[in-house]
């Protein structure tokens, strides 16, 4: 299937999902709604309602690299508008046949690329870097022919390490205490349990890129050392994604 191009609207940090109906998009789509912050409570990531909370504009803070195993984490939630299969899918257990439907989709694997938000062409002050993510085979269910798509959740390192180091070393790596916008695009394969490959479309995701600012380092006094500095952090400071898109919860 080819695959679409959605853009979002990213004016504020967080914002309310609208579900579009079902009129306007294929019913052989696979389509990402967008990506959701994890339950501050548990730190887990779930498959959102159509009430639920995304996020529109996310930050990255490189300043966190030498400190943590600084990743991007991506709760990507999905809609697939495909209808059931007729016939049903079999796989072989020991006691027989079971029946799963044909237009069950697996992600299989997630293509992305960041840049800054002005440059698509190639130049001089060019920079872009793009890779491929191997995923856990997420199972999303067919819409069951309801007209209304099934909703899932497919969680991954979208930014892995390797690639935030990359991003270090480029010429959009912010200096401490600066920051830069860029965009972050991406698409996700899936594999549909009766055969075939189903594309998502293409997510464009801003992404501010800093460096020591959601670092705590009001926790410490200015006479601390660093490796002082960050005890302090660590042993009254919690996240659920250290260097991900917000600042610590602190008691310091």
């Given at each position: 299937m080819k695959k679409g191009t959605y853009a979002i609207l990213a004016g504020f940090t967080l914002f309310l999902a609208v579900v579009t109906g079902s009129c306007s998009v294929p019913s052989d789509a696979v389509t990402i709604r967008g990506l959701t912050p994890p339950d501050s409570t548990n730190c887990t990531y779930k498959p959102a309602g159509d009430s639920d909370v995304f996020v529109a504009i996310g930050t990255l803070d490189l300043y966190f690299l030498n400190l943590t195993n600084l990743r991007y984490i991506g709760g990507v939630q999905v809609y697939n508008w495909m209808p059931d299969s007729t016939p049903q899918a079999t796989v072989p257990i020991i006691t027989g046949n079971l029946f799963i439907n044909g237009n069950d989709v697996y992600a299989k694997r997630a293509y992305v690329t960041i840049r800054k938000p002005s440059e698509k062409g190639t130049g001089a002050n060019f920079s872009t870097i793009s890779?491929?993510?191997?995923?856990?085979?997420?199972?999303?269910?067919?819409?069951?022919?309801?007209?209304?798509?099934?909703?899932?959740?497919?969680?991954f390192d979208l930014i892995p390490t390797n690639v935030i180091e990359q991003i270090e070393a480029s010429p959009f790596a912010p200096a401490p205490g600066e920051s830069t916008r860029t965009v972050v695009e991406f698409y996700v394969q899936f594999e549909a349990a009766g055969g075939g490959t189903v594309y998502s479309n293409t997510y464009q995701y801003s992404l501010k890129l800093c460096?020591?600012?959601l670092f705590p380092s009001y926790c410490c006094d200015t006479t601390d050392p660093i490796d002082v500095c960050i005890r302090k952090i660590q042993t009254s400071c919690t996240s659920c994604t250290w260097g991900q898109d917000s600042l610590p919860a602190c008691s310091c």
């Open positions: 890779w491929t993510v191997e995923l856990s085979s997420n199972q999303i269910s067919s819409s069951q022919g309801t007209g209304s798509p099934t909703a899932g959740l497919v969680l460096n020591g600012c």
